[in-house]
């Protein structure tokens, strides 16, 4: 099973010419965890696309002046919500990890010597 995405509306990943836009690596990792993860039925399509919306729709509400718009910072929102709704992973546990992997050293985990 391959998750259907949406061409358009508030769910629809970003495009150019029809193929998905990735600014960072991280972008299409993040995607790449949302897709496989469905395929393997931690969660359902329909879960992920409606915690998508909710996610951009809270947004959309409430903007601040340091909130700049990043359509993947929503996804990777939507996955942790929908993985903490499912019981899979909590949010803690996702902030805690993020925090420890963010503290080690530039190029840790990159052998420079090849």
Same mark, same amino acid.
């Given at each position: 099973?391959? +998750? *259907?995405?949406?061409?358009?509306?508030?769910?629809?990943?970003?495009?150019?010419?029809?193929? &998905?836009? =990735?600014?960072?690596?991280?972008?299409?990792? +993040? =995607?790449?965890?949302?897709?496989? !993860?469905?395929?393997?039925?931690? =969660?359902?399509?329909?879960? =992920?696309? #409606?915690? !998508?919306?909710?996610?951009?729709?809270?947004?959309?509400? +409430? *903007?601040?002046?340091? #909130?700049? $718009?990043?359509?993947?910072?929503? $996804? !990777?929102?939507?996955?942790?919500?929908? &993985?903490?709704?499912?019981?899979?992973?909590?949010?803690?546990?996702?902030?805690?990890? #993020?925090?420890? &992997?963010?503290?080690?050293?530039?190029?840790?985990?990159?052998?420079?010597?090849?």
């Amino acid at each position: 099973m391959t +998750a *259907p995405l949406d061409i358009e509306g508030p769910a629809a990943p970003p495009r150019s010419n029809g193929e &998905l836009v =990735f600014a960072e690596p991280w972008e299409s990792r +993040a =995607f790449g965890m949302a897709v496989t !993860l469905c395929e393997a039925n931690v =969660f359902t399509w329909p879960q =992920f696309q #409606a915690a !998508l919306i909710a996610r951009i729709a809270r947004w959309e509400s +409430a *903007p601040t002046e340091d #909130a700049h $718009w990043s359509y993947y910072h929503h $996804w !990777l929102g939507a996955l942790e919500d929908v &993985l903490d709704g499912g019981g899979s992973v909590s949010a803690v546990e996702v902030t805690t990890r #993020a925090r420890t &992997l963010g503290q080690r050293p530039i190029g840790y985990d990159h052998d420079h010597r090849h």
